[in-house]
């Protein structure tokens, strides 16, 4: 403990400091009456001492260990009542910026290889969407990050977590269809909003969606443009990521109308990827949209310590009545030797 970190709470408590002095100064002795022995021969003792007889009192004066035992005490008590508080270790306070709830459609084609890895080999979709959320998620320190699988329906993958480690592992387990074959856009929106009204805290924080999908809603018990206008009243933000042809036909086509409705209605954008380089810039707008919201403060608590002044005093004072104790027990056991030692010899 350092000197610098120690502060007083209350310490006007040391104007208190001289008092005993001032007592001591100021205050009479204070004076006790005592049963004296009459004897017929007093007069008799005087006249033989050629003393004259006259009241008076004699004062007991403490120790030196006594008083300094005292005057220790004292500056203890007193310091105690200013309630003197030292500072503790630098603690670290954390506060979590957005809600990110990332939602990854699995329906069939997304397993189409038509991207390419950084490395030129053919890979799938969803393999390129792996790879680019990697990187999206080391960007996004103090997010809580939340991971909805679609496809025949809607489903939770991951709840709201801090831990980015684990919302990858669980994206890395997930694979093509395992959610069915369709697109149920509408109802992954819908899920979103329900987890974000489920998992919120005491504190407000910003909700985001980040939809991935190839295709468009093939029957979701919610229509796109519903969901997205639930979302806008609840303030989440919805940006989209399209990937595909906007040319194909069938239920892989890409309603791109709905896609950008949806998310200009939620205060979102979107976004087409037709390569693995337009999916990575698409993120990257997304980072610059949602910047981070992390915030790291440090503080030092503050721990009392007059319970350890008052400990001190305790301690003293018991040591001070074992010595008077012992002293006590001392002379008595002196007197008694003496007494004995007299009678023996009478």
Do not use: C
């Amino acid at each position: 403990m350092s000197w610098d970190s120690l502060s007083l709470t209350h310490p006007l408590w040391l104007l208190l400091l001289p008092l005993p002095i001032l007592v001591y100064r100021l205050v009479p002795a204070y004076k006790t009456k005592q049963s004296a022995i009459k004897v017929p021969f007093f007069q008799s003792l005087l006249d033989i001492l050629g003393e004259e007889p006259e009241q008076g009192a004699s004062q007991l004066n403490p120790s030196w260990w006594q008083r300094a035992i005292l005057v220790i005490s004292w500056i203890l008590l007193v310091f105690a009542m200013t309630k003197p508080t030292v500072l503790g270790e630098p603690q670290t306070r954390e506060k979590l910026g957005r809600d990110v709830m990332v939602a990854v459609d699995l329906s069939g084609s997304m397993s189409e290889m038509d991207f390419l890895s950084p490395d030129g080999q053919a890979i799938s979709r969803l393999d390129a969407v792996k790879g680019v959320l990697t990187d999206f998620v080391a960007t996004r320190d103090g997010d809580r990050l939340g991971l909805i699988l679609f496809g025949d329906a809607a489903y939770l993958q991951t709840p709201f977590t801090a831990d980015h480690d684990v919302w990858l592992a669980l994206l890395n387990q997930t694979e093509v269809a395992m959610a069915g074959q369709s697109t149920h856009l509408g109802d992954a929106i819908g899920l979103a909003i329900k987890v974000f009204e489920q998992s919120q805290g005491e504190a407000e924080r910003e909700k985001v969606v980040i939809v991935l999908t190839d295709g468009n809603d093939t029957g979701s018990f919610v229509e796109p443009k519903d969901a997205a206008t639930v979302a806008a009243a609840k303030q989440v933000r919805i940006h989209v990521i399209a990937m595909g042809d906007p040319e194909t036909v069938g239920e892989q086509a890409l309603d791109m109308q709905t896609i950008e409705n949806i998310a200009n209605s939620s205060g979102g954008q979107a976004f087409q990827a037709m390569d693995q380089e337009a999916l990575q810039q698409a993120y990257q707008a997304i980072g610059e949209l949602e910047p981070k919201l992390y915030e790291s403060t440090q503080y030092r608590p503050k721990q009392t310590v007059h319970q350890y002044l008052m400990m001190i005093v305790v301690v003293l004072y018991l040591i001070a009545f074992s010595a008077a104790t012992i002293r006590r027990s001392l002379f008595t056991a002196n007197q008694n030797a003496e007494t004995k030692q007299q009678e023996s010899e009478s």
